[in-house]
């Protein structure tokens, strides 16, 4: 018979990858694991007939509660506010649906939605979960959640890029801009960067950052030049699914970066710098099943 620890951890990175598409930060989305295993734990189990059905629901509303009490922390956050970049193993690239679902970009769309939408959204267009299991989640009617999923999807198709590009499009770009850097080439770097680049911050206020969007190519290297000291190491790594930056100082992670790659050149770059933002070590396991 399988165990109560068997059965939860074969779901964990489902649950993990749950709560962190609801919630973009993966501090939060531990926390909201762990309660879902304390409730698990102390679960009848007769009672349960679907395993995943149950934690999915239980992992759900937990997030829900969190995400209220989130979106009042965020109202006082310092500056631009981006999702907990994750370092993610590349064969999450693989899964073109699950890559795009956690990248940086999606996880900023989602944050447009309602709390309720969210969660709909990602259970219904990430993980294909039935609408009444959905309904059962949200404590609403399988009726209202079909509406529901309908507008959702409605507001993420308006907000998301217009122009996609392939995985490979996107990552050989990115590794350009990467080499650029490491080899100090100003013309290779100013090749890949659009001249309407915009760069989003995130310092949280304990860190130099910027407190508005910074717009420009000559404006952004400045502030780049600034921010990054002669012994900062910039290396390529697997961001949320994506090829993005990281640099270290001493060994230590100072930013994450990732980007939005539009016609071979990067068109938008968004990075965290906020320290309480950069502790997730990784690899960190995800999935859809």
């Not at 309908?150 to 050989?172: F, I, N, Y």
């Not at 080499?179 to 995130?202: F, M, T, Y």
């Not at 780049?224 to 270290?248: C, F, H, K, Q, S």
Request: negative net charge; hydrophobic residues 45%; proline residues 5%.
């Amino acid at each position: 018979m399988t165990s109560v620890l068997d059965e939860f951890t074969a779901h964990r990175a489902l649950l993990f990858t749950v709560a962190y598409e609801m919630l973009g930060s993966a501090a939060d989305a531990e926390d909201v694991v762990q309660e879902t295993w304390l409730r698990w734990s102390a679960e009848d189990r007769e009672d349960v007939h679907d395993p995943r059905a149950y934690l999915v629901r239980i992992t759900t509303r937990l997030a829900l509660n969190r995400l209220r009490t989130l979106a009042r922390r965020r109202e006082s956050y310092v500056g631009p506010w981006l999702p907990e970049p994750l370092v993610t193993a590349p064969d999450v690239a693989d899964d073109v649906a699950l890559a795009d679902s956690v990248s940086t970009a999606m996880l900023l769309v989602l944050e447009t939605l309602g709390e309720t939408e969210r969660a709909v959204f990602v259970l219904r267009e990430v993980f294909d979960v039935p609408y009444e299991e959905i309904a059962a989640a949200v404590n609403r009617t399988p009726a209202t959640v079909r509406q529901i999923a309908r507008r959702a999807r409605a507001h993420v198709a308006a907000r998301r890029p217009r122009v996609q590009v392939t995985p490979r499009e996107r990552t050989e770009v990115v590794a350009r801009f990467q080499r650029a850097i490491a080899e100090g080439d100003l013309q290779q770097l100013l090749d890949v960067i659009s001249p309407d680049v915009v760069l989003v911050s995130d310092g949280g206020g304990k860190v130099s950052a910027a407190r508005r969007p910074i717009v420009g190519r000559d404006k952004v290297l400045r502030f780049l030049a600034g921010v990054m000291p002669d012994d900062v190491v910039v290396e390529a790594a697997w961001i949320n699914g994506e090829l993005g930056l990281v640099t270290r100082q001493a060994g230590a992670i100072t930013a994450i970066a990732t980007a939005v790659v539009q016609d071979g050149v990067v068109v938008t770059m968004n990075i965290v710098r906020n320290p309480d933002k950069l502790g997730a070590t990784g690899p960190v396991r995800l999935s859809r099943s």
